[in-house]
């Protein structure tokens, strides 16, 4: 791939690099990178790798950009509020770099789409925050022999590794135990907003050196990194021969969903609503279930639906009393997350057939009321 007079100048700053020149700015032309997670990670990896000049950029993401993305997500502006991030990270990317092709994907990857929509790229930077779909961009990426960046933020910590098949570690021989359902995320445990900032330009970064072939990239060594002390740590990290997807004797031999807890309990009675589906059971209000607000007291204060009685994911356990066995109570939160935790633990208290508002508040106000403040 030869480059136009126009890229020429556009790519001069790396073009004066010998480790890049011209041959290594004609890699990062040729290179396709999947960006899964077009959020606090995914924003600055996908700005970087843009204007850097990475020739095919997909971005896959079926979220909508929320006012509280806008403290860390700096793909997006005020302007894109209610809009597919997908598709709004898309039309900024396009702005910043009319040289490179960047595809959409308005998606959730899943097991019966990963193989698809990894397939055009040689590439994968993950800035999932789901742990479900950190292991199964992970597991993709060692049966389809495509090199992974990943990266994790949690309050003020990160962490990132560089995975490439038959050449270290993957992220399961890091973390063996796939825990199920969704982890705790940024609405609820809290981010210092520039933290994803350094995280995802290091992603960006082993990318760009994955695709010249110059550095040495963060193979088998974990990095984590504390913005409180101001300090890098590296952990050695050997592949293992017993790793399920990557081991001498794997057993992970396709992509998968992590069904266990989470789906089977689905099965076991936790109802999914759609936010449509709620507002029927609400109607009429003398029938509706009992509506039970798992957020944290100022978050409900800011907004809630009418009706709803606030026990915070912290009180549950001393409050589950107040909750009706019967009548199938309805769980919300802001996202869903902790209201899909909220109704094992209320099943396993014998509260019957409790159900999830899937997508949580956040959903609710994009379909139902965009009047409702979610905090
Ligand atoms: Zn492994």
Redesign the pocket.
Known sequence: MTLSALERARYQRHLSLQEIGVAGQEKLKAARVLIVGAGGLGSPAALYLAAAGCGTLGLVDFDRVDVSNLQRQVLFDSGALGHSKAEAGRARLAALNPEIRVVAHALELKAANVRAVLADYDLVVDGSDRLSTRYLVNDACVLLGRPLVSAAIHRFEGQIMTYVPRRG??Y??LFPQASDGVVANCAEAGVLGVLPGVLGTLEATEAIKLITGIGTPLLGRLLTYDALELRFHEFRVA??RD?A???DAPTITEPHDPPAAAAREMLDGVRRLTPHSLQALLEPRSAAPPLIDVRERWEYDTGHLPGALNIPMSELAQRIAEIPRAGGAVFVCRSGGRSMRACTIALGAGVASPANLEGGLLAWAAEIDPTLPVA
């Open positions: 570690p993957c399961r021989c592949r293992r790793c997807v990557c081991g």
